[in-house]
């Protein structure tokens, strides 16, 4: 069973930066999709950004397009979600999350405790 642990969470001022960290243990990532979701009060869960772990192809929402960037370290099992010029709006506690390689959207099944980002006007 892969498991997942999140860091990197924590409050900033708007225009700051973080860096999320997603170290993956356990096994093989090579079928898998690593996202980035984030949940904030009164809001549908979203996903943020995602990068395949076989060949690195990677996605990003709309909302995050230019401000946040997706990599991978193969050697460490870690991705990372570098996030600038952020926003209030972002605020959110953000899970890193397991898809199959293929499926859809809705097929993330192993997914992290979360780490909360708070960014302040």
């Known amino acids: 069973q892969v498991h997942l642990a999140e860091s990197g969470g924590g409050l900033v001022q708007a225009g700051g930066s973080l860096r999320l960290s997603c170290v993956a243990s356990?096994?093989?990532?090579?079928?898998?999709?690593v996202g980035w979701w984030r949940q904030s009060p009164g809001k549908e869960r979203a996903l943020v950004s995602a990068?395949?772990?076989?060949?690195?192809?990677?996605y990003y929402a709309d909302s995050v397009k230019g401000r946040f960037t997706i990599s991978r370290n193969n050697a460490k099992n870690t991705v990372y979600l570098q996030m600038d010029s952020l926003e209030p709006e972002d605020t959110a506690v953000y899970y890193c999350?397991?898809?199959?390689?293929?499926?859809?959207?809705?097929?993330?099944?192993?997914w992290g405790q979360g780490t909360q980002v708070t960014v302040s006007s």
């Open positions: 999350a397991l898809k199959p390689r293929g499926s859809d959207r809705q097929s993330y099944n192993i």
């Open positions: 990068i395949s772990w076989a060949d690195g192809s990677k």
């Open positions: 356990g096994g093989t990532l090579s079928y898998y999709v």
